[in-house]
C-alpha cells in the first residue's frame, strides 16, 4: 500500500506541472481571443451580438477540452490558437475562425480523432477537413468539391444551404472580388492564404447554382492576384504565397472556369480560360519526364495524382477535339505499365567495415532511377535496405559490419506506384579484413626525427617515438600522420612506430639519434 501511494504520489508531481502549464496556454490564447473580438466590436466588424456568440462558443471548448482524452484537447487548444491570431478578426473570418472551433469541440466531444484527410460536414452545411495534430480547418476546395457533387445529385436544398454558409465566409477583395481563406498554416502557407483552384471550382459551382454573382466575384479574384505570369501565359497558384508551378491545378482551373464562363456568358473568363491551356500545352513536355509525370516542375507526381491529371487530360481532350491532350493522356497512361529502370549502377567493390573508422566501411550504391519507385538494396538474396525514391541519381550507403569476411552478390529491386517490377544485378563485393600494416617511412637528420605514414584500408594512425637506451624506455606520442619532432636529450636508438585502427602496426627504426632537447 505505501509502496502505491509512493507511485501515485510521484505521478501527480510528473503530470500537475504539465497540465498545470497546458492550462496557462490555453488561458493565454483564450485571453487573447477575447481581447480580439472586444476590438472587432468597437472596430465595427462584428456586432455584440456576435461577439456574444463567439465567447459562449470559447466557454463552450473549454468545457470540452477539460473532459476529453489528452490527444483531443491539444487539438482544440491547436484550433484556439489559430482562432487567438487575428488581432481584430473582420466579420467573416471571425465567424470561419469560430464556427471552426465550435465544429471542433462538437466533433471530439463524442469522438476520437478521425483519420488524416477526413471531410465533415458542420451544422450549417461547410466541409472541413481533419489535418493531423491541427485540427478539423474549414476548406475551400473540399466545399467547391461537395457543392458541385450536390449540383450533380440535384440536391436543391443542400446546395443551397451550402452557398449560404459560404456567402457568409466569403471575405472581400478589391474590384468586387471575393476570396475564400484557408485560415490555418500548410506546408510554407501561413494563415490566412488562398488558393486560385479552389476559386475556380468555386465559380464552376456556384454558376451550376445559378448563383452567377458569387461565381463572377470568386473567378475576379484570381487574374493578377491568384496566378503567375509565364512567358507561355498565365499559371494558376495553387497556394496564394507560393511560385510552385502545379500542372492538375492548372488544368483543373481551366476547366472549371471555361465552365463558369459558359454558364455566365462570361467573355473575360472564357478568353483567360483559353490562356491557361495554351500556357498549360506549352508546358506540357516540361511537365513529363518520359517515364513519368510531375507533380510541379520539381516533384513527380504520385498515383493519385497521376491518375487526376490523366482523367484531366482526357476531359480537356474531349471538349477541345486537340489530340495533344488525349496523346498526353495516352501517354501516362501508358508509363503506369512499364517497369521502372535503375541503369547507371556504379558500386564499391571492397569494404573494411570493421572496425568502423570512416574509411571504407560502407558498400555505396549509386544508380539512375526512371521514375518514383519503391528501391531495395539486396545482398545475398536479403533486402537490407530500401525507400520509397524519386527518379532520378539516387545513392544506397550501408554498412556490411555483420557479414562476414568474403564475396556478397549485389542486385537493385524496385516496384512503381502501379507495382511493375524492376531490378538490376550489380555483381558482387568483397567484405576484407584489415590485416595490412600501415605505410611507415621515416629518417633523421640532427637531433630531429621526420615522419610520413600511409594507410589505404583503416584510419591512420597512432604515430610513437620508441626511445631506448641502457636501462630506460621512452614513448612519444606523436601528431598527425606526417611531421617532425625533437628527439629528447641524450643518447637514444629510436624506432618511428604506427598503429592503425584496425591494430595492425609498422615500425621503422632510426638507430642513435644524439637528442639536444628543447
Excluded at 239 to 256: D, H, K, T
Excluded at 305 to 313: S, T
Excluded at 349 to 374: A, M, N
Amino acid at each position: 500500500m505505501f509502496v502505491r501511494l509512493l507511485t501515485a504520489a510521484a505521478l501527480a508531481l510528473t503530470v500537475a506541472p504539465a497540465a498545470g502549464a497546458a492550462d496557462n496556454v490555453w488561458a493565454h490564447e483564450a485571453k487573447g481571443a477575447r481581447a480580439a473580438l472586444t476590438r472587432s466590436v468597437a472596430a465595427g466588424y462584428i456586432t455584440p451580438a456576435e461577439q456574444s456568440d463567439y465567447l459562449g462558443i470559447l466557454g463552450y471548448a473549454a468545457t470540452v477540452r477539460d473532459r476529453v482524452p489528452s490527444g483531443r484537447a491539444l487539438v482544440l487548444r491547436n484550433v484556439l490558437a489559430q482562432v487567438a491570431k487575428p488581432k481584430s478578426p473582420i466579420g467573416p473570418r471571425a465567424l470561419e475562425l469560430y464556427r471552426t472551433l465550435e465544429e471542433n469541440a462538437s466533433y471530439l466531444d463524442t469522438h476520437r480523432l478521425p483519420d488524416d484527410g477526413t471531410d465533415i460536414t458542420g451544422s450549417d452545411g461547410a466541409v472541413y477537413r481533419y489535418f493531423v495534430d491541427q485540427g478539423i480547418e474549414f476548406h475551400p476546395l473540399a466545399n467547391a468539391a461537395a457543392l458541385n457533387a450536390l449540383v450533380a445529385k440535384h440536391d436543391a436544398e443542400g446546395a443551397n444551404t451550402l452557398v449560404d454558409a459560404l456567402a457568409a465566409r466569403a471575405v472581400e477583395q478589391p474590384g468586387g472580388a471575393l476570396a475564400w481563406e484557408y485560415n490555418f498554416n500548410f506546408g510554407t502557407q501561413r494563415a490566412p492564404w488562398e488558393s486560385g483552384m479552389a476559386q475556380a471550382v468555386l465559380a464552376q459551382a456556384f454558376a451550376r447554382t445559378g448563383r452567377l454573382d458569387l461565381a463572377q466575384q470568386a473567378f475576379r479574384a484570381i487574374p493578377g492576384r491568384l496566378d503567375r505570369g509565364r512567358p507561355a501565359g498565365p499559371w494558376i497558384r495553387l497556394y496564394s504565397q507560393s511560385s510552385e508551378l502545379v500542372l492538375n491545378a492548372q488544368l483543373q482551373s481551366a476547366i472549371s472556369l471555361a465552365d463558369y464562363a459558359e454558364l455566365a456568358d462570361d467573355t473575360t473568363a472564357s478568353n483567360y480560360a483559353a490562356r491557361l491551356l495554351a500556357a498549360a500545352k506549352a508546358m506540357l513536355p516540361d511537365f513529363d519526364t518520359g517515364h513519368w509525370s510531375r507533380y510541379s516542375l520539381e516533384y513527380e507526381s504520385d498515383l493519385h495524382y497521376q491518375d487526376y491529371v490523366i482523367m484531366l487530360l482526357k476531359s480537356i481532350a474531349k471538349r477541345t477535339a486537340d489530340p495533344t491532350w488525349q496523346a498526353a493522356a495516352d501517354r501516362f497512361a501508358l508509363y503506369e505499365t512499364q517497369p521502372p529502370l535503375l541503369t547507371g549502377a556504379t558500386m564499391t567493390r571492397t569494404t573494411y567495415p570493421l572496425p568502423q573508422d570512416g574509411i571504407r566501411d560502407d558498400l555505396v550504391v549509386r544508380f539512375f532511377l526512371s521514375k518514383i519507385s519503391k528501391v531495395a538494396l539486396v545482398v545475398d538474396g536479403k533486402a537490407v535496405d530500401g525507400y520509397r525514391l524519386h527518379g532520378g541519381w539516387r545513392t544506397f550507403r550501408w554498412s556490411p559490419r555483420h557479414l562476414g569476411a568474403g564475396t556478397h552478390a549485389v542486385r537493385l529491386v524496385a516496384a512503381d506506384l502501379s507495382g511493375n517490377p524492376g531490378a538490376t544485378d550489380l555483381g558482387s563485393f568483397d567484405v576484407v579484413r584489415d590485416t595490412t600494416p600501415p605505410e611507415v617511412a621515416a629518417a633523421k637528420s640532427g637531433a630531429r626525427v621526420y615522419w610520413r605514414i600511409k594507410d589505404a584500408e583503416s584510419a591512420c594512425c597512432r604515430v610513437q617515438l620508441a626511445l631506448r637506451r641502457s636501462g630506460e624506455h621512452r614513448y612519444v606520442r606523436l601528431s598527425g600522420a606526417r611531421g617532425a619532432a625533437a628527439v629528447p636529450q641524450g643518447y637514444w636508438s629510436v624506432t618511428v612506430v604506427a598503429r592503425d585502427a584496425a591494430g595492425n602496426s609498422a615500425q621503422r627504426p632510426l638507430g642513435l639519434v644524439i637528442g639536444k632537447g628543447r
